[in-house]
């Protein structure tokens, strides 16, 4: 071979291998170690006040409405009420909330949680005597005939308004499957002003005209009318009710849990009463694709089970979002340090924690700056939603950037984005990344990362294009 045509060969070859680099890495980013993250269904949600200081307010506030201050007469609608709550929000927050037919502790509506007009078809209704430290000063409170096919009829015609006016929303987090029982958990506890006595069927002199509790029909009745109302809303089931848990969890795996004892000892006995077999499965495996959120028991069970086994019940139950409140108490200094650090712990604990765990980059034929980003979920829970990562390469003249997919994490796990970034200059690159909502909310996902001029813009270093 000629002299000449080998030393063109010799120049391609070195010019190809410049471009098709080895993978260059950068330091993982330090961790920042403030104690808690707030995000989109992960950690403390706005509930009963939200004691508990977080760095950033909440991405969800949660409030549950009685049917009587949905429906002013037979179908005449008002939910003006839930729509104050949603224009109320700071824009990218969300409202989540669920609907009772009765509430033995703190009724709004002297005790009478459903419409009046329903109770003149309902004549097996009877009233109980509300628990004594009601919010609201009532005596009693209405029980409806929970069996009443024209109750079953217009809470199916309600939910099915409801949906009309808010399914897909994406200004809701989620709806409870509410409706059966006290404060609509499917459960009847709570009567006799005593927080422990179940609802007195058997007693005639209270129980008038022979009502029953609900029959399995009924109350999958009241559920499977809020399933079918909300196909793009995400729905959280009430666990009280085995029976009508495992019917919802079987309807689709999107749908979560909810259940209102974390702290309580009986928490994880009282979650899987007496399941077995593939229904304790369904149960116990459902935060794999929906997420389980949570309410402190409240009264003195809010620490029962230990300030480590709060915490606990968290990572053992992979729960994502903890009410904010509900802690028998009026403000957090009302709490003592232990109980306070319990507290940020387990907000800190709930839910998904991402953070980018590798950073690699090479020039290549195809991609002027390819980059290849890994991430761990510290957290105990995926996040369910979708989000995207905005990377961005930035000098003090130049921007270049591009969106890419942040893949569904399980905890415990790794997985890699990557990215190919065209038109590059030769020069030195701050690297950053924002996770944001695809769905253009505004809302951003928070990285246990030190924060760049608090707009959830986080450096992941500097690296230098040849």
């Known amino acids: 071979m000629p002299i000449k045509n080998l030393l063109c060969l010799l120049a391609a070859l070195t010019a190809t291998s410049a471009l098709a680099q080895d993978w260059q890495s950068l330091p993982p980013p330090a961790i920042d170690s403030r104690p808690l993250l707030t995000n989109p269904l ?6 009963e006040g939200g004691i508990v200081p977080l760095p950033r307010p909440s991405s969800e506030d949660y409030q549950r409405f009685a049917w009587a201050d949905l429906e002013l007469r037979e179908g005449v609608y008002d939910f003006s009420k839930i729509d104050a709550a949603l224009n109320r929000m700071p824009k990218g927050n969300r409202l989540a909330f669920g609907i009772l037919m009765m509430d033995t502790c703190c009724s709004g509506h002297k005790g009478d949680d459903i419409p009046p007009y329903l109770k003149a078809h309902m004549p097996k209704g009877f009233r109980i ?13 209405y029980v409806p005939d929970w069996n009443s096919p024209y109750l079953l009829d217009r809470w199916q015609k309600l939910f099915a ?53 609900g029959a399995l029909d009924s109350r999958i009745a009241l559920v499977d009318a809020i399933i079918d109302a909300f196909p793009h809303t995400q729905l959280i089931a009430m666990t009280d009710d085995k029976a009508v848990l495992v019917h919802a969890l079987k309807r689709s795996p999107r749908i979560g849990m ?48 230990g300030l480590d086994g709060i915490v606990k ?80 390469l930035a000098t003090v003249s130049i921007e270049r950037e591009t969106v890419i997919d942040l893949p569904k994490i399980m905890p415990g796990e790794t997985s890699e984005s990557t990215a190919c970034l065209d038109k590059i200059p030769s020069g030195a690159y701050d690297l950053q990344v924002q996770v944001i909502d695809p769905k253009g909310s505004g809302r951003t996902m928070a990285l246990p990362l030190k924060v760049r001029e608090d707009s959830d813009i986080y450096e992941l270093g500097r690296l230098t294009v040849p």
């Open 129 to 141: 005597k509300a628990d004594p430290g009601n919010y609201g000063h009532v005596d009693t409170v």
């Open 258 to 305: 909810r259940r209102d004892s974390w702290g309580a000892r009986m928490f994880g006995e009282s979650l899987l009463g007496d399941l077995t077999g593939l229904d304790r499965d369904l149960v116990l495996s459902r935060w794999q694709t929906a997420p389980f959120i949570v309410e402190s028991y409240g009264w003195d069970k809010v620490f029962e089970a």
């Open 161 to 213: 308004a409801l949906g009309r006016h808010f399914d897909g929303d994406p200004r809701i987090a989620w709806v409870d499957l509410r409706g059966y029982g006290n404060w609509g958990e499917g459960h009847v506890a709570g009567a006799n002003a005593y927080h422990w006595s179940q609802f007195p069927y058997d007693d005639p002199a209270v129980n008038l005209n022979g009502a029953a509790p």
């Open 313 to 392: 019940q968290v990572e053992d139950y992979h729960i994502s979002a903890i009410g904010n409140g509900n802690f028998n108490v009026g403000q957090w200094s009302d709490l003592p340090a232990d109980k306070q650090a319990a507290l940020l712990r387990s907000g800190d604990r709930a839910g998904y924690r991402y953070v980018p765990v590798t950073i690699q980059y090479r020039q290549t034929d195809d991609c002027a700056l390819a980059l290849k980003i890994g991430w761990r979920n510290d957290g105990v829970a995926p996040a369910y939603e979708p989000w995207r990562i905005h990377i961005r």
């Open 42 to 47: 992960r950690g403390l949600y706005g509930w």
